[in-house]
């Protein structure tokens, strides 16, 4: 969805704009392409090996800046009502999911991380074989959303007392004998997504960064945010609507329809992009 981005967030060509995910730089190239000489944009990302990608974009362009950090750390970098406009895009990068070591995928055999940035004290591994059964159902039915939690926090906390879980496939087995294959949803898409988030702090970030973007962006500034599933969609959408966060809330006036999702083309070039959810809107107060 690059080209609804771009044609609905740059509002200025010459203002200052942040990409709250930088990855690989897919959403910089293209909104670099689209801002005059005077512009600036600023990439974050909390994944130090975005760094290369950075580099690269740094050496090629002087309107581009980057930083490793935590997008919810992002009032700590910009003074308020500053920013043009400000894209975050919470889904995995395509390199943290296709590295095998990252333990993100339950495609493949690995290690069991999912730290987005590895020098995170804690991992899926350190999190799953310390946690107690409750809080671990607790995780995979609140950000999981997942039937089976209790089934299958019960079986992860017998199956460490014989030996650690901590590879990828061995947590899908577990997964598995709870909840065989019914469809082409892979069984243990909920339970990778919840621990995810959990170690990962995903949720508060969320909440965040959406109100430093309430505070950061100008008036007649744009806020886009693509989400992947409906527990963050449903955070976002009510943000926008103006509810109250945190007990912070701000006024938006939403731009285009009421959300964006990628068409047929899209989704089969990039398949993973298939629920993926575009929410642009504008700062009015």
């Not at 990252?102 to 991380?113: K, T, V």
């Not at 709870?178 to 702090?201: D, L, W």
């Amino acid at each position: 969805m690059v080209d609804q981005v771009i044609s609905n967030l740059i509002v200025n060509k010459k203002g200052s704009y942040v990409d709250c995910t930088f990855g690989l730089g897919g959403h910089t190239s293209a909104i670099l392409k689209n801002l005059d000489s005077e512009a600036e944009l600023i990439g974050i990302d909390r994944d130090p090996e975005s760094f290369e990608a950075a580099n690269e974009v740094i050496k090629k362009d002087n309107r581009f800046s980057f930083i490793n950090d935590k997008f919810g750390n992002l009032e700590d970098h910009f003074p308020g009502d500053s920013l043009d406009g400000i894209l975050v895009d919470l889904g995995i990068s395509s390199r943290q999911l296709d590295n095998p070591e990252r333990g993100f995928s339950f495609q493949a055999q690995g290690p069991l991380d999912m730290r987005m940035n590895q020098s995170d004290v804690d991992s899926a591994e350190t999190w799953l074989n310390k946690s107690s059964k409750e809080e671990i159902t607790r995780v995979l039915w609140e950000k999981g959303e997942e039937r089976n939690s209790r089934k299958i926090a019960e079986i992860i906390c017998r199956e460490r007392d014989v030996s650690p879980i901590n590879t990828t496939q061995r947590l899908i087995k577990i997964i598995v004998a709870c909840k065989p294959r019914k469809s082409k949803r892979h069984p243990a898409t909920n339970v990778f997504r919840a621990i995810r988030m959990e170690i990962n702090s995903e949720m508060e970030e969320l909440q965040n960064v959406l109100i430093a973007a309430g505070c950061l962006l100008k008036n007649g500034g744009r806020l886009a945010v693509i989400s992947f599933h409906s527990l963050e969609d449903r955070i976002v959408k009510r943000f926008l609507q103006g509810k109250s966060l945190d007990g912070k809330k701000f006024s938006f006036r939403k731009v285009g329809s009421k959300h964006f999702k990628p068409n047929k083309e899209e989704i089969i070039k990039n398949p993973r992009s298939r629920s993926a959810i575009l929410r642009i809107s504008e700062k009015v107060a």
